[in-house]
């Protein structure tokens, strides 16, 4: 994936826990629900950069496996379950995740130095950088600027520009500490750019050695639900019957695919559809689904059959073009 970002992104769609060897695990006694979630999380952490498992995710694989259980709950984690059972659990618990990550993806951010190396690359670059951010800092516009602004300096960079948050990356500080920045010494443009260019040297080399990953707060419009929803033959025919009631209220000289598009952007949430004007990438996939339709349909009256007949066309061709092409856009 690529959005113009100057950091990695990686994309988590449950494909490598559908790839893990659970062979190995044997249980030669019995274990509770919460030892069988713990073995999980170890199991499926390094196909998750060894991040801890989110809590909404893990509800959420909760809900899949028990929902899809005949006997509620399938899973308790105070509950004693003999080696047989245990191993079984274990796998279903891990395909539930990976099941959960294909309709949800999550979107991690890798820093690993390589935004800080761009800008120590291209010397102009760097010194614009430094005089934006001596400039920002300099709020009494005296030429000089305490050295504990270097600390302010690095939050204003953010990941954006390849610095960790303090918050999540406490190596910061070490580095900090390292070059006594902690201090109210002050310091003219051209010292805060060398001690600057000092820290920022040592952050890429630790960056390098271990890289930062974190979640992005960006949700993946990938069709999943459409699919979902196809699927079930009573719930598309509720949703169905639920559009074709817009006809009679549509104002006067509306076509049908323009009573379809308005009942659809009206109901993102509930189809996983990318809200309509959130990014040119959304605007362009609407504007292409309904580009082929209008050939055919615009400004054509439908009845009620033809209605619904024309809705899970277009169902149909959103869910096959965000498999495609996947839109992305910031949790609200």
Not at 39 to 49: E, L
Not at 71 to 85: D, H
Not at 218 to 247: C, H, P
Request: no cysteine.
């Amino acid at each position: 994936m690529s959005d113009g970002s100057s950091f990695q992104l990686q994309i988590l769609d449950g494909t490598n826990l559908r790839d893990l060897d659970l062979s190995l695990i044997v249980f030669d006694r019995p274990v509770t629900g919460a030892q069988i979630l713990h073995i999980a999380h170890s199991q499926a952490s390094p196909s998750f950069f060894d991040l801890p498992f989110p809590d909404p995710l893990k509800t959420a694989a909760l809900n899949r496996l028990n929902t899809n259980s005949d006997a509620e709950p399938f899973l308790s984690t105070e509950t004693e379950y003999q080696p047989i059972k245990a191993s079984q659990i274990l796998k279903l618990y891990i395909a539930a995740i990976a099941d959960e990550l294909k309709a949800n993806p999550l979107v991690l951010s890798i820093l690993d130095g390589s935004t800080l190396r761009l800008f120590f690359e291209d010397e102009d670059d760097f010194a614009m950088l430094a005089e934006n951010l001596f400039t920002d800092l300099d709020v009494e516009d005296k030429g000089k600027i305490s050295k504990s602004q270097i600390r302010n300096a690095l939050v204003q960079m953010g990941v954006d520009m390849g610095v960790p948050p303090f918050s999540e990356y406490p190596q910061l500080n070490d580095l900090l500490s390292k070059h006594g920045v902690d201090g109210e010494e002050e310091l003219g443009q051209a010292q805060f750019a060398q001690l600057l260019q000092s820290v920022l040297q040592d952050l890429e080399v630790e960056l390098s050695k271990k890289n930062f990953v974190f979640i992005q707060n960006v949700q993946v419009i990938n069709g999943s639900k459409i699919r979902q929803l196809l699927a079930n033959e009573k719930e598309l025919n509720s949703f169905v019957e639920k559009a074709t009631q817009e006809k009679p209220n549509a104002k006067g000289g509306l076509g049908s695919t323009e009573i379809i598009r308005s009942f659809l952007e009206r109901n993102t949430k509930e189809l996983g559809l990318p809200l309509s004007e959130s990014s040119d990438a959304a605007v362009l996939f609407y504007d292409s689904v309904f580009a082929d339709v209008a050939k055919e349909k615009d400004g054509v009256e439908l009845e009620k059959e033809g209605l619904a007949k024309l809705l899970k066309d277009i169902l149909e061709k959103m869910a096959e073009q965000l498999e495609l092409n996947p839109v992305y856009q910031e949790f609200a």
